[in-house]
């Protein structure tokens, strides 16, 4: 029998002691006219962790969404990340995404359960300034369609930024997306606040175990961004996942979205439909057979990264060329 789980942590906790709810709302495309009623509802259904960027272009949305839920603020947890184009001022970006956000610094600090600011390092690439005229000036391109990345650029130096946001008190956390355990590696040697998450796709067919393992041993959280697999879900209906589902009497979205809580990971799923968004916050024990199974799915030949744009760069990751 599949329990609604009480003994499932309803948070777990950061390297630096801060409690992060294990289930958070993706807003990545959440539509303008649908991010505040969706933020606004999930609040009120419970959700307390919001996953934002600032490219997402949706974060005034999502503050209006927070005010209007009537959930204190203190209890809602933010998530942010810097964008690629502007990683030589960290600082100046989270500004502008607390503008957006409508967040009040004084209320960061003010009491023990103050509203959570993580900030992230959204991909580990810094791009180059658009062309003149450039349609999407945050979103630079080449001619051939791919991204201008900053091959020069010192993930160190954006780091460094990082670590003076979290000094200032700015981000209770602060964290990275995106990042390979080469790339890890190479941070490892300079950093000075060992990074709280790693945000990365994750769902049973790019379970990441290699990278867990590594992060686990090191007190880095992953968080399982796409946990349905991304727009549309495409992992849903995969026949394994479906017959865990029957066999358990839940949904497929319950076991992808069950089986990171259920190995430790923070799942970050989007949607702005009510009905999913309540469906998406029910979370169960999932039995060991059942997560050998998940586990094993990529290895069985499933394996398949879905979100993996042009930037023509090698970031360390087996599947990425
Ligand atoms: N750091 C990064 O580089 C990065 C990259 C990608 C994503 N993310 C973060 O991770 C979040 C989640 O990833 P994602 O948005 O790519 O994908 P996802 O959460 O895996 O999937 C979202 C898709 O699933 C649908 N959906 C949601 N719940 C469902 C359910 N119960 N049954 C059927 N369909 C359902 C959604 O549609 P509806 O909205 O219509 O329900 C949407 O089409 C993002 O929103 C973002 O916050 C971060």
């Known amino acids: 029998m599949t329990l609604d789980n009480d003994e499932l942590p309803k948070t777990f906790v950061l390297n630096n ?110 791009f180059l300034p658009a062309d003149a005229g450039a349609p999407n000036p945050l979103r630079p391109l080449n001619p051939d369609g791919t991204y201008k990345v900053d091959r020069t650029w010192d993930q160190g130096v954006t780091w460094a930024g990082m670590e003076a946001v979290y000094a200032a008190g700015k981000a209770r956390a602060i964290g990275v997306c995106n990042w390979s355990i080469p790339y890890l590696e190479a941070l490892a040697k300079s950093w000075k606040v060992v990074p709280a998450v790693n945000q990365v796709e994750n769902h049973p067919f790019l379970p990441q175990h290699a990278l867990k393992a590594w992060c686990d041993a090191r007190g880095i959280l992953l968080e399982a961004y796409s946990p349905l697999g991304g727009p549309g879900a495409p992992v849903l209906q995969d026949e394994d996942i479906v017959a865990v589902a029957k066999r358990n009497g839940v949904t497929p979205a319950t076991v992808l979205i069950s089986y990171q809580v259920n190995r430790g990971i923070v799942p970050l799923p989007k949607s702005v439909s009510h009905e999913r968004l309540v469906q998406n916050l029910r979370v169960v024990r999932l039995s060991a057979e059942d997560m050998a199974l998940l586990d094993g799915l990529a290895a069985k030949g499933k394996a398949q990264r879905l979100n993996k744009p042009p930037f023509c760069w090698d970031l360390g990751f087996d599947d990425w060329d």
């Open 17 to 126: 002691g801060v409690q992060i709810p294990t289930v958070g709302l993706g807003t990545w495309q959440a539509p303008l006219n649908a991010t505040r009623d969706a933020v606004s509802f999930a609040l009120q259904q419970g959700y307390r962790h919001l996953d934002c960027a600032y490219i997402y272009l949706n974060e005034r949305e999502v503050g209006e969404g927070i005010r209007a839920s009537g959930v204190p603020r203190s209890e809602v947890f933010v998530t942010s990340k810097v964008w690629n184009l502007f990683q030589d001022d960290v600082a100046g970006n989270l500004e502008k995404t607390l503008d957006n956000l409508g967040l009040d610094y004084v209320d960061l600090y003010n009491t023990s359960l103050t509203l959570g600011v993580l900030q992230l390092v959204h991909w580990p690439i810094k």
